[in-house]
């Protein structure tokens, strides 16, 4: 069985949900981190801003981005955050961050929904010519390669904690889901995950040979019977 500890300030399961959503997602020889939050809350509780995706205005210009592609503004947003695998600094390469009109919140509750959010801009109209303060931001972060069994650590470089609901995903399996604080005081850790209990898989894998051969045998007697017939 997959066991995930995390060490956390943890808040009590009937909480309200938060403005602040991260997944953690383990899947074959990478983590991928994945947020969720309002766009002008960054800096806060980050510690690095989504400044990289407005104009000399103070504006986003989406017709900009278009041309640009936001991972760069994505980097800058996760320029603080301290990433360790098994105690390893290791670094987060962004793969995109989008903005979407706060008031019409999109689906982010597994790493495929959060791909989605932040890959497409559904609304660019309402969008361009907004500020951040009336948009939500969706980010993607990825390590590779990386050992995903082992112990990950999230320490945010902002100065003011915030209250997030954390989900964790061990090969596109929810295997985790709380409402925690961090902050500067309080950090992310999530333990390492056993592999799945391969000790079946042998009996299974001798069972199938064993079948596979007593059926090649049996199907080779019914062929020598039937020739002896002939």
């Given at each position: 069985m997959f066991r995930t500890a995390l060490i956390a300030l943890l808040?009590?399961?009937s909480a309200?949900?938060?403005d602040i959503t991260m997944i953690v997602s383990r899947t074959a020889e990478s983590v991928?981190?994945?947020?969720?939050?309002p766009a002008d809350d960054a800096p806060a509780w980050l510690g690095g801003g989504l400044d990289g995706l407005l104009d000399e205005d103070g504006l986003v210009n989406y017709d900009n981005l278009r041309l640009t592609g936001t991972?760069?503004?994505?980097?800058?947003?996760?320029?603080?955050i301290e990433f360790t695998v098994a105690g390893q600094p290791v670094a987060l390469e962004a793969m995109s961050v989008m903005v979407h009109p706060a008031d019409a919140e999109l689906y982010f509750g597994s790493p495929i929904e959060a791909e989605m959010a932040m890959s497409v801009c559904t609304a660019p109209d309402e969008v361009s010519g907004?500020?951040?303060s009336q948009l939500r931001a969706y980010a993607g972060f990825n390590a590779y390669p990386v050992d995903r069994f082992a112990e990950i650590g999230i320490a945010v470089g902002g100065s003011e904690t915030r209250t997030i609901d954390l989900m964790v995903f061990e090969g596109h399996v929810l295997t985790q889901r709380d409402q925690i604080k961090v902050g500067p005081d309080a950090a992310i850790q999530l333990a390492g995950v056993e592999p799945a209990n391969r000790s079946f898989a042998l009996p299974i894998a001798l069972?199938?040979?064993?079948?596979?051969?007593?059926?090649?045998?049996?199907?080779?007697?019914h062929r020598g019977r039937r020739a002896s017939l002939t």
């Open positions: 808040l009590p399961a309200a949900a938060s991928e981190v994945f947020v969720g939050l991972a760069s503004a994505g980097d800058e947003m996760f320029s603080e907004a500020t951040l069972m199938l040979v064993a079948g596979g051969l007593a059926a090649a045998l049996g199907l080779s007697h």
